[in-house]
């Protein structure tokens, strides 16, 4: 099936951008590397009047580490953050989330932003800003707001952006003091590629004993958007990450997820995958904890 007719317009700056919004209103949408939008598009699910192309944009592109932790603008491509060694050094969940995005071919036009903006709730982007409170910044014609990642989401699909707001950067912020930290991510999927049935997030921080100093527990796929798990960071926190703490992590989960069955999976399936998947992050972020030196980023 063909798109519906539209109109397109490549826009050469943030500001064109937003006044292409502001005079458009919800006719108007952005596209950024099109691997969601061309296909919904295609399939007539989505019809905007008129597309504005951010791709040529400078000002949307780039990773830097800023005081206040890394920095990745919207129209960053999602191959660009999988080589970057400033993601790589200081944000190694989200390095380890993005091989599971897509496939190389989306990868090369997807964005970070356009992962972002689109809020799929097993998005593998979304779950890691989820665990590391990332804050996003959203502009339209005369202003400018930052928000924080909880509560951007308000169901699949869905967030508090308005239609005539940009997404112009995400901002990941550094844990800082002297722990000894440790990322965990997995996810299931029916294929490589594909998004997530069940995916999961850790980052956790260990002093010079042992003991859990923080901790970041989030899941996608369970449920309408990537969410974290309070409970069970309470579970781990001043625990030595051992046995008992993990069956409180587990219970946690028991107590927070509440997945819908739907083509890929059954509800129970996934409340299991969900309690495995956990415990495996945890672990993983405890091994490489134990390993690093104190201080090391995440
Ligand atoms: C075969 C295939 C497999 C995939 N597998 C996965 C997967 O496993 N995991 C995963 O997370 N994704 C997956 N994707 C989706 C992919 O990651 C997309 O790149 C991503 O969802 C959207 O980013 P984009 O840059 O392509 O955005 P687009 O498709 O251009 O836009 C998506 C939406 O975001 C809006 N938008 C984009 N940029 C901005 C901005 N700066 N400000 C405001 N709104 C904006 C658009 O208006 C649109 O509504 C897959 C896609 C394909 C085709």
Not at 136 to 144: A, H, P, Q, R
Not at 189 to 214: K, M, N, T
Not at 243 to 256: E, I, K, T
Request: with cysteine; glycine share 10%; hydrophobic share 45%.
């Amino acid at each position: 099936m063909k798109a519906a007719p539209f109109e397109y317009f490549v826009a050469d700056s943030i500001d064109e951008v937003t006044t292409g919004l502001a005079d458009s209103g919800e006719e108007a949408t952005i596209i950024a590397g099109g691997q969601t939008l061309v296909p919904l598009m295609a399939m007539r699910l989505a019809r905007p009047a008129l597309l504005i192309d951010v791709n040529g944009i400078g000002d949307l592109q780039g990773i830097d580490l800023l005081a206040g932790g890394v920095r990745i603008k919207a129209c960053t491509r999602q191959s660009d953050a999988l080589k970057s060694t400033i993601i790589g050094e200081r944000l190694p969940l989200l390095a380890k989330a993005l091989p599971y995005v897509g496939h190389a071919q989306t990868r090369n036009r997807g964005t970070v932003g356009g992962s972002i903006a689109l809020g799929d709730p097993a998005a593998e982007i979304p779950l890691v800003a989820t665990a590391l409170d990332a804050r996003i910044t959203l502009v339209k014609k005369g202003n400018s707001r930052e928000l924080s990642i909880h509560g951007f989401y308000q169901g699949p699909m869905m967030t508090s952006r308005e239609p005539d707001e940009c997404i112009t950067e995400i901002l990941f912020p550094q844990w800082q003091g002297e722990g000894r930290r440790g990322t965990g991510f997995q996810e299931v999927s029916l294929r490589h590629g594909d998004f997530a049935i069940v995916a999961a997030a850790a980052q956790i921080s260990v002093g010079e004993d042992g003991v859990c100093a923080r901790a970041s527990v989030a899941l996608g796929g369970v449920s309408g958007t990537p969410f974290r798990i309070s409970a069970a960071e309470d579970a781990l926190r001043g625990t030595m990450i051992d046995d008992p703490a993990l069956r409180a992590v587990a219970n946690a989960v028991d107590q927070a997820v509440d997945p819908q069955s739907d083509l890929h999976a059954s509800a129970s399936y996934r409340r299991r995958v969900a309690k495995v998947l956990v415990e495996r992050v945890i672990r993983e972020a405890a091994r490489e904890a134990a390993n690093h030196a104190a201080g090391d980023a995440p």
